[in-house]
């Protein structure tokens, strides 16, 4: 083993928590919180420590894989692999047009820097379409941030007085900075609350000096009657909102007429703990709101989007301590504008660039001229991960082409045509963009811990050697970079921006022609950083005096210290009037009439809150996050501690009704399909309400050899049509369904 403690970071949730580790051979033999890490300083929680599951596996691919015409598969080399894609990516373009190359990925938990790398083969190929997981949760409230302020805000936890988390379990999915630490904080302080809205007593809402414990999918209308409490009685902050926010008065005439005691109904929450709850929101010095995918995965999501947020606007909770802030970002990971795209043959909603996973197989699996005929899937196992496995399955065999890129033989990467086997997120430079603090915000650079297990690339190489397949970048564009490189960064920001400005060639193909030119000067091992000297400099220039009191006197000094800083850097530091500056509307305002919300909010009333039916009588929450679930990352159940089956929770009232008991085993059916499962008898779910959790129903062999599928793929049970009106994210947390007992 040893003896030093190298830094990296855990890569199980978006926060990426810095942790260090004791190596012994391949393993990851210890591990620990990161003390130097300045964003989360020595915190983590119970999943970092098994990460040797990831790192270790036995369904680690080691050699790029042909799929035989028998639907086997046989090994070959690279340069065959890179050869036949490019060729085969190449002839769809030349006959059908670049934009039928579809591409899915760009990097999972952490794993983002070799994303970074395939936007120069795309943009050469002529590809235009993509989507990620991000498609499946998020777009929705980035249509209604790009409509507010044209960004995207964090809520400040550590220091609120206030916190709201709406759909959200922050003890057991994080998404901000030590999570548990600042919760218990919160939840030890009399001069703090906490108001959790979720029709599961979560973790997090044991906690909480609110539950507002809403009847599942019927969120909207206790966020309305929170909103209309405040506007009814008069608990608005309007020097805040004459001063900084536009169309104040449309939504006010809009929650004036909400009959909150009629919502409290409909959402089953007492309407005196509603009215109390919004009163101590309106009375607080700092309010700081987290939706997550409780809401966003749920009916209604992009209306609760825009409501949840209506809270910490009409109090003016924005740019103050413990407030809501808009952020710097190193590289963002949505576009935040107010278009919205179509995709070519149903015409689904396209926001921040990202095709609906719902939509996905129809844009496969048609006669359609616009069809998707090649796809390129990286980092990510969409068979598996989007609503109705069976449709996906069935839409990427009419692929004429699929092309996947991961560490593991995935559901995903045995449909296609090639296995591209990539380097693990420890055995290259890799990095996160989920940077979303304030007025602190930190970006981390890992270093690789261990050469690349043999047979394997990391993605940059792979990326660049398809692009140099393609023979579209001229070497004679390539050689005064290459030049410049080895005299220093500086002389190498003189050149390439005298190149890019006389070879467009050099700005489409950005990331390939850093990696080609300053990759090789770089640091042993930290070739693949070479993206990040151009996300540096972009920084520095859309931030100067927040990168520049970071300590940061330029790009180039920027990327010095990420190179230099292994537990990561600050790298912007703000203060709290700029969030007003970061608002990217013209006028830095708030633009609060949203026409499509405003008319949404008006249609409450009559909009059902009820989409079960007597044939299926019982919500479905399909994925919920567990202690020892990890989405997809770890196929090998093993390094749970418990539910190593993936029990499908049920309450105590429906339990009985049903005739189910714990530990025994119950048949799901829902319109998309049927399983089994354990079932777990608990306290936590109303009546009417079940949950099954993400991360299951993976194949993994074990040490003889056998394969085995532990628990249920959740997306077994739902369905692509089932999906937001506005956004097309998916309702994963709301499924109709039928729990029948089995007998042992």
């Known amino acids: ?141 980035a249509w209604v941030d790009a409509h507010l302020y044209a960004g995207h805000t964090r809520g400040e936890f550590e220091h609120a007085e206030v916190s709201v988390f709406v759909g959200k379990n922050p003890w057991m999915s994080q998404s901000f900075p030590r999570a548990r630490t600042v919760l218990n904080e919160i939840a030890r302080d009399p001069a703090r609350s906490m108001l959790v809205i979720d029709p599961v007593i979560t973790d997090t809402a044991k906690m909480a000096d609110f539950h507002l414990r809403v009847r599942p999918g019927t969120d909207a209308w206790c966020l309305a009657a929170l909103a209309a409490v405040l506007v009814q009685e008069n608990l608005c902050d309007e020097t805040f909102l004459a001063q900084h926010v536009t169309g104040a008065d449309t939504v006010r005439q809009v929650l004036a007429q909400v009959p909150v005691d009629d919502y409290a109904i409909r959402c089953g929450v007492d309407a005196d703990l509603l009215r109390r709850a919004a009163r101590r929101i309106a009375g607080a010095d700092s309010v700081a709101v987290f939706e997550d995918l409780g809401v966003q995965q749920a009916p209604n999501s992009t209306v609760c989007s825009y409501l949840n947020k209506l809270l910490w606007i009409l109090t003016g909770n924005f740019a103050k301590r413990g407030a809501q802030h808009l952020h710097s970002a190193f ?30 197989p129809q844009e496969i699996a048609t006669d359609h001229p616009d069809r998707f005929r090649a796809m390129i899937v990286e980092s990510s196992n969409p068979a598996h991960s989007l609503a109705d496995s069976a449709a996906c399955r069935a839409a990427f065999a009419q ?80 050689a005064p970079l290459r030049r410049a490189a080895a005299e220093g960064l500086d002389a190498y920001a003189e050149q390439f921006f005298t190149s890019a400005a006389t070879s467009p060639m050099i700005a489409k193909t950005l990331p390939y022609v850093l990696y080609e030119t300053l990759g090789p000067t770089l640091p042993d091992g930290l070739a693949g950083a070479a993206a990040l000297w151009g996300l540096a400099q972009k920084a520095f220039l859309t931030y100067p005096e927040a990168v520049t009191r970071a300590g940061h006197a330029s790009g180039n000094a920027l990327f010095e210290a990420i190179l230099a800083s292994p537990s990561g850097v600050t790298f912007t530091v703000h203060d709290y009037p700029d969030d007003f500056a970061l608002i990217g509307h013209q006028d830095h305002k708030i633009h609060l009439d949203l026409p499509e919300m405003i008319d949404a909010v008006r249609a409450l009333p009559d909009t059902a809150a009820q989409l079960t039916t007597a044939e299926f009588p019982i919500v479905l929450a399909a994925g919920e996050r567990r202690a020892y679930t990890a989405n997809d990352i770890f196929r090998d159940p093993s390094w749970r501690k418990r539910d190593a089956d993936g029990a499908l929770r049920v309450s105590v009232d429906d339990a009985q009704t049903l005739g189910l008991v714990d530990g025994g085993r119950a048949r799901i059916t829902t319109r998309a399909g049927s399983v089994e499962a354990t079932v777990e008898v608990s306290d936590a779910m109303q009546a009417g309400h079940a949950a099954l959790p993400n991360g299951y129903g993976l194949d993994y062999r074990d040490v003889d050899g056998a394969t085995l599928v532990p628990g249920v793929a959740p997306n077994t049970l739902t369905s692509s049509d089932w999906r937001d009106e506005f956004a097309g994210t998916p309702w994963h947390k709301h499924v109709p369904a039928r729990i029948e007992a089995l007998s042992v």
């Not at 270790?56 to 790029?64: A, C, D, H, I, V």
């Not at 963002?332 to 095709?355: E, F």
């Not at 296609?416 to 997120?425: C, E, K, W």
Request: charged share 20%; hydrophobic share 35%.
């Open 399 to 478: 692929l004429e082409l699929l092309v996947v890129v991961d560490v593991a033989m995935t559901e995903t990467a045995r449909l296609a045509h090639y296995v591209l086997p990539a380097a693990s997120q420890f055995e290259k430079p890799e990095a996160t963009f989920f940077n979303l603090e304030f007025p602190h915000n930190t970006f981390q650079l890992r270093h690789p811990l261990f050469e690349p297990v043999e047979g394997t690339l990391a993605e940059p190489e792979i990326w660049s050697r398809l692009v140099r397949a393609l023979g579209v970048v001229d070497e004679a564009d390539l």
């Open 1 to 141: 083993m040893t003896d030093d403690w190298q830094p990296t970071a855990c890569i199980l949730c978006e926060c990426n928590c810095g942790i260090v580790v004791q190596t012994e051979d391949r393993t990851l033999a210890r591990i620990r919180g990161d003390k130097n890490h300045p964003g989360t300083r020595g915190y983590t929680c119970n999943k970092a420590l098994r990460l040797d599951h990831y790192q270790n596996n036995r369904t680690r691919l080691t050699s790029p894989m042909r799929r035989r015409p028998d639907g086997t598969y046989e090994e070959i080399d690279w340069d065959t692999a890179i050869a036949e894609i490019a060729e085969g990516l190449a002839a769809i373009r030349d006959a059908h047009g670049g934009d039928k190359i579809f591409y899915y990925g760009g990097g999972g938990q952490g794993n983002h820097l070799g994303g970074a790398y395939s936007g120069a083969f795309l943009k050469v190929i002529g590809s235009r379409y993509r989507s990620s997981a991000l498609a499946q949760e998020k777009t929705g409230e």
């Open 331 to 360: 590289a963002p990971l949505m576009r935040y504008t107010g278009g919205v795209g179509r995709t070519p043959v149903t015409g689904a909603p396209i926001i921040s660039g990202l095709i609906p996973g719902n939509a996905v």
